[in-house]
């Protein structure tokens, strides 16, 4: 089983930055993909980066310039750094796992962007 546990959330004015943090603990494969995925109100579900085992990262169109995902292998901890927040940027932020067989997810982080 693996835990992860999100922190990081909040309220920001347009044009700020936030970084999220995704700790994760249990039994832990050598192979997997880490990221964050967030759902803005009343919409589905969606992809914001993700970095695998192997280093590759990938980010959605909207956030790609202005968000860096990042890892620390020794903590077993993802970040996300959120920079020049937009409106758009609302939402619950999920941590999200994807081991070999499975997939973990948070309980999620509300990231808020308003003046």
């Known amino acids: 089983q693996v835990q992860l546990v999100e922190s990081g959330g909040g309220l920001v004015q347009p044009g700020g930055s936030l970084r999220l943090s995704c700790a994760a603990s249990g039994s832990l494969s050598r192979f997997y993909t880490m990221g964050w995925y967030r759902q803005p109100p009343g919409k589905q579900r969606e992809l914001v980066a993700t970095i695998n085992s192997g280093g590759n990262i990938n980010y959605a169109d909207s956030v790609k310039g202005r968000f860096t995902i990042s890892r620390d292998n020794a903590k077993n901890t993802v970040y996300l750094q959120m920079n020049s927040l937009k409106s758009e940027d609302t939402a619950v932020y999920y941590c999200?796992?994807?081991?070999?067989?499975?997939?973990?997810w948070g309980q999620g982080t509300q990231v808020t962007v308003s003046s």
């Open positions: 999200n796992r994807q081991d070999l067989t499975r997939a973990y």
